[in-house]
């Protein structure tokens, strides 16, 4: 049978969450990017859970999460009573040890239900902040059941647009304990890069009209994109785009809309879009859905469905026909290009509705506890006028069509690139030497050490760039001690000393491998550093060193 092994940041979010479970009595929070393996990880917790005795309940609110942490739950415990609770799937039996359930199925029942220990929330940004509503009215029934329950919310985007994080004084979840970057993510292989171009013809924004929570309502989005003119030049740009895409994805503002979309594109370039909304029987969407995903050259155009909850790698061209004032919800609709596939070289976003002009970079999400999610009116991109890509505010020239920008015009034109809807590109420095220091804090020479790493780098020249430096906490305790632990397993098969100077003199011996090139970000005023490719040199058994999974041998509560 096949051992799943968990990746770095998966192992990182177990190990954190542990610790927020073992030393608190907190309810909390993990960030893991769509397409980082969030099913993965709630269902290896799951199997841990199950090894403690303790019974598991999963929740989510469409058919498709429910069947994919179910499947993968399975996957990783064969053996386990895993138990359906979903009316749209036919089945209500709540007798599992693991118990998958859909909240609207489920909300009423927590009092002829066995108490639970954890319940783990998918897509958890969709709890309430304040009042009422099915996961308040659950959670707090399963408390007067088992008042020492704990509630874990997994999510990529954990905020609302009406009320900033979901987590908080007040909020159903009170921290955060693990969160990873997109940007992190892509620089290191496990996400797709994606690229972005703003549409030659944009809908009428000046008729968008916002509803009680911030968004824009369906009626002012549809005068502002059904028109004839823009859905039949936005069709047209997008079929020029297609050429060489695998799988299209439409995101449209109505049901009329999409409708409108599905015709032309028909009618006028022959590609038919199968199409999916709310209003959809559920077994045409099942239907519609496996076809979109079994199909090499699929094309699905929908209307506020498929957010969440649709797992297909392949997909490589988003066009999006609407606006929206949720970074939340604009991140789900880039997400589901993000997941890595064979022959897929990057995922290209079509934004038809000045999104990222308004957003920003997807990894640079700026939450607005006052008034949610509505950002500080600045945006850190820009559209070029002559091939709308989009691009850094910072370029004076468009790197993709040589477009020159007039100084006094920087401030109001857009200009453009398909430099990605990540806030900026890792830096690859090629490293030229290493080096090992002790460091102690100034303010407390005599507390704990922790290693200083130099890197001597240059950028491909012959010039070379002044040290880049990164730290690793060998002496300290909890998560600092956990990245270390996974720093040090990736250079070599020797335990971790218990001294930052016995790490230095390793590495001056050269018993550590030392990376080739790096991947640097900054970070504020400091550089980061997101990937070491590593040199193979020793130990000579250095590719069978484990990646570092913190160990399971105590029940964090």
Request: hydrophobic share 35%; proline share 4%; charged share 25%.
């Amino acid at each position: 049978m096949e051992v799943l092994k968990p990746r770095y940041y998966q192992s990182e979010a177990k190990a954190a969450l542990y610790k927020e479970l073992k030393h608190t009595k907190n309810h909390t929070v993990v960030e893991i990017p769509t397409g980082g393996g969030k099913s993965f990880v709630m269902a290896d917790i799951a199997k841990d859970m199950l090894g403690w005795n303790r019974r598991v309940l999963i929740l989510a609110h469409v058919k498709e999460l429910l069947e994919q942490n179910s499947a993968a739950v399975a996957k990783l415990s064969p053996d386990a009573n895993i138990t359906l609770y979903s009316a749209g799937l036919g089945v209500k039996d709540y007798s599992g040890d693991v118990v998958v359930a859909g909240i609207q199925s489920i909300y009423k029942q927590a009092y002829r239900m066995d108490p639970y220990d954890v319940v783990l929330i998918d897509e958890c940004h969709l709890c309430p902040a304040d009042g009422e509503g099915m996961y308040r009215e659950f959670i707090a029934d399963l408390e007067v059941v088992n008042p020492n329950i704990r509630i874990v919310g997994f999510s990529a985007t954990p905020y609302r647009l009406d009320s900033g994080y979901v987590f908080g004084q007040g909020k159903i979840f009170d921290t955060r304990c693990y969160s990873v970057s997109v940007a992190e993510l892509i620089a290191k292989g496990y996400l797709c890069r994606v690229i972005s171009k703003g549409g030659a013809t944009k809908g009428n924004l000046s008729k968008l009209r916002k509803n009680h929570n911030g968004d824009y309502t369906v009626k002012s989005q549809e005068e502002a994109f059904n028109d004839d003119y823009i859905v039949k030049a936005a069709c047209a740009e997008t079929v020029e785009y297609m050429h060489n895409r695998k799988r299209v994805m439409l995101y449209c503002s109505s049901v009329a809309h999409a409708k409108h979309v599905c015709q032309v594109m028909l009618e006028e370039h022959g590609q038919r879009f199968d199409l999916v909304t709310g209003e959809s029987p559920a077994g045409w969407r099942r239907e519609i859905v496996s076809k979109f995903r079994n199909n090499p050259t699929g094309k699905l155009c929908n209307v506020g469905v498929f957010t969440t909850g649709l797992d297909v790698p392949d997909i490589d061209l988003i066009a999006v026909y609407r606006a929206t004032e949720s970074p939340g919800l604009w991140q789900q609709i880039v997400g589901r290009g993000l997941r890595m596939a064979e022959g897929k070289e990057n995922c290209l976003i079509l934004d038809y509705g000045k999104n990222i002009l308004k957003h920003g970079p997807i990894d640079k999400v700026k939450v607005n506890e006052r008034n949610g999610m509505r950002g500080d009116g600045k945006t850190p991109v820009k559209e070029c006028p002559e091939c709308h890509s989009i691009i850094s505010v910072g370029y004076s020239e468009c790197p993709d069509c040589g477009y020159k920008f007039e100084k006094d015009s920087i401030r109001h034109k857009s200009y453009a690139s398909s430099k990605s809807l990540l806030s900026q590109e890792p830096d690859i420095y090629e490293v030229v030497s290493t080096n090992y220091y002790v460091h102690s804090k100034r303010s407390d020479p005599d507390g704990k050490k922790t290693m200083r790493v130099e890197y001597t780098v240059n950028d491909g020249g012959e010039t070379l760039i002044m040290p880049i430096r990164e730290w690793v906490c060998i002496e300290h305790s909890g998560f600092a001690m956990q990245k270390a632990h996974a720093w040090w397993n990736c250079r070599t098969a020797d335990k971790m000393p218990d001294t930052a100077q016995e790490a230095v003199s390793m590495g001056t011996a050269g018993l550590l491998r030392e990376p080739c090139r790096i991947h640097v970000i900054k970070d504020g005023k400091y550089d980061r550093i997101i990937k070491a490719e590593l040199v193979v040199n020793t130990p000579e058994n250095i590719d069978d060193v484990p990646e570092y999974v913190p160990a399971n041998d105590e029940i964090p509560f």
